[in-house]
């Protein structure tokens, strides 16, 4: 079998391990991961944003940059979005003051069901997220228009497109994910 390395193929082995890691975590704690990630997603582009204001910019920051192959204050500020990203995920979702504690007696296949469903949600709103920063994008615009950073993996890759083009809906369906479990969902005592 050969295998090409691709984006297509990166994108899948993404949400391959964050399914995987919702099935080992269970539900509650992907919805907590889930709403860290919105969270996170929040602070990451404002702290970007300024970061590439007041500090992206300067020149002995960008000569700094230049060591660790960072060309231009575009991609010191995509990969800034993208670690402060990282980390606050990780951060809030192991250290954040929330928890879901829903109890749910349906069957083994529906809960299953709703757990893959949140990963595959979980997944795509992160890689859609990523794959805006990297592209120099704030989400607090309305249209994605891919840059030119991004233009050649977007025609090349399926999966980069679908997770471009529907960026808005990755965005919103995990929330609503959120809303029409706890309207389902009893809480515990």
Known sequence: MNLTLSWDLFILVF???????????????TLKVITASYVAILCADGLGNMFAKYL?????????????SIGNSDQATAFFKVLILIILIVFIA????????????????????????????????????????????SLVSSVFMPSNILADIYHQSRLVRIMLDYSNMWFFL????IVVISFFNKKSA
């Open 15 to 29: 949400f391959a391990v964050v399914v995987a890691y919702s099935f080992i975590i269970g539900r509650n704690a």
């Open 56 to 68: 992206a910019s300067s020149e002995p920051f960008l000569k700094l940059l230049k060591l660790f």
């Open 94 to 137: 192991v250290r954040g003051l929330f928890n879901y504690d829903a109890m749910d007696d349906r069957p083994m296949t529906l809960r299953l069901a709703i757990l893959l469903i949140l990963g595959v949600l979980s997944a795509g709103l992160m890689m859609s997220t990523m794959l805006i920063f990297v592209a120099g994008q």
């Open 174 to 177: 995990p929330g609503l994910s």
